[in-house]
């Protein structure tokens, strides 16, 4: 178990529909990491956000957004869902300047579109 | 574009045997990681590489970093069954507070009794 809590695990939804997924970092990480996993893309980076500020983006999609709240939970909003949005979503966490350096990945959200 | 490419992609090998994962990149960074996946599960931390030479030993499981070749590897020794799974590098591009990382495609590792 790394500490990083993602809900739900499991989404099923309709194409044109819009979901939230939520990710509760690790206690005392300020940095937020969404990657998305599926069979043609791999696992690319989305977005990253640190103490609640938009910090790096990546592939991430006009119809994606994010955001960290004060607490440092982060909700992923996927909207106008295509069937390719099918796939894993990890949210990871870190803690910048420790000797481990690493992120923490949490268990996912499996996102089926309809 | 940035490329991050590990050989093989697919991994088939025999208890007790000794096999090399390759992850080559093609942008200049020092900060490399390595990570393992079981089917339909999580990614865990498995090496932090962070400098030109470094090495980390884990178990059967050495991993290394040559920043002026642009290669990381990954040593099996005398593999074993629950080493199946999926292994991946990940190349830090930003470096810093950023930590920015670039996934290699993935090497499928299939150990055999």
């Known amino acids: 178990d790394s500490g990083v809590t993602q809900t739900p695990k499991h989404l099923i939804t309709a194409t044109g529909q819009r979901v939230t997924l939520r990710c509760s970092p690790r206690?005392?990480?300020?940095?937020v990491y969404w990657y998305q996993q599926s069979l043609d893309q791999g696992l690319q980076f989305l977005i990253h956000y640190y103490n609640g500020e938009e910090r790096a983006k990546g592939n991430i999609l006009e119809r994606f957004s994010a955001q960290q709240f004060p607490d440092l939970h982060s909700e992923l909003n996927l909207s106008s869902l295509e069937l390719g949005d099918s796939a894993l979503y990890f949210c990871a966490s870190r803690r910048y300047g420790t000797s481990t350096d690493t992120q923490y990945f949490g268990p996912g959200t499996r996102l089926t579109v309809l | 574009e940035l490329k991050v490419e590990q050989n093989p992609l697919f991994l088939s090998m025999q208890e007790g045997k000794n096999y090399t994962i390759y992850c080559n990149y093609s942008?200049?960074?020092?900060?490399l990681y390595w990570y393992r996946q079981d089917p339909g599960k999580s990614l865990e931390s498995l090496f932090v590489?962070?400098?030109?030479?470094a090495v980390k030993q884990e178990g059967r499981l050495m991993a290394s970093l040559d920043t002026k070749a642009r290669l990381s590897t990954l040593h099996i020794t005398a593999a074993v069954h629950d080493l199946s799974a999926t292994y991946f590098c990940a190349v830090d591009i930003d470096g810093g507070a950023t930590n920015k990382l670039i996934f290699g495609t993935g090497t499928l590792l299939a150990v055999q009794p």
């Open positions: 206690s005392g990480d300020l940095s």
């Open positions: 590489l962070l400098s030109n030479g």
């Open positions: 942008t200049t960074s020092d900060r």
